[in-house]
């Protein structure tokens, strides 16, 4: 960790704003992304991190069921999930409200971390291209 934190603090990332990414978090999430602007919108990158659903069902098309895909980078994938978990694990943080809400709603546990980690994909993304734009113009 010590020797994670240290590079993740001179790349000036905003990853770790964000609750439940930590240093080892932003340094697998920054490394395995790459240039975040290769990903033309959230739902790209979502797709590449396997957070994107999968319509998974051979029967009623009017309501189909959906997977995670296991094609994407599971590296990023992993780092997404200990942040879901870690905020379902905590009362006051964002993500729990989310989960709570989703279960509220009727969505198997399940499926309300996989909604989670879309999100969380989705935060993590706009992260990624603001921290882009502001090295960029620093330079």
């Known amino acids: ?25 932003a340094a697998t999430l920054i490394g395995h992304a790459g ?4 990903f ?10 396997c957070t994107a ?10 309501r ?3 997977r995670l895909s296991r094609r994407g980078n599971r590296a990023i994938n992993h780092a997404l999930h ?7 694990r905590f009362a006051h943080s964002p993500g729990r409200g989310f989960y709570d809400r989703k279960l509220d709603e009727g969505h198997t546990p399940k499926e309300a ?7 969380i994909s ?7 291209i603001d921290d882009t734009t502001r090295a960029s113009r620093t330079r």
Do not use: C, M
């Open 1 to 25: 960790k010590a020797h994670i934190r240290a590079p993740v603090a001179a790349s000036g990332t905003t990853l770790t704003d964000i609750f439940g990414v930590g240093d080892v978090g």
């Open 35 to 38: 240039d975040p602007n290769r």
């Open 40 to 49: 033309a919108t959230e739902d790209r990158f979502a797709a590449y991190n």
């Open 53 to 62: 659903p999968v319509e998974w069902s051979s029967g009623n098309p009017k």
């Open 64 to 66: 189909p069921t959906h």
């Open 82 to 88: 200990i942040a879901a978990v870690t905020q379902i």
């Open 113 to 119: 971390i996989r909604a989670l980690k879309r999100r």
């Open 122 to 128: 989705n935060i993590v993304y706009r992260h990624l």
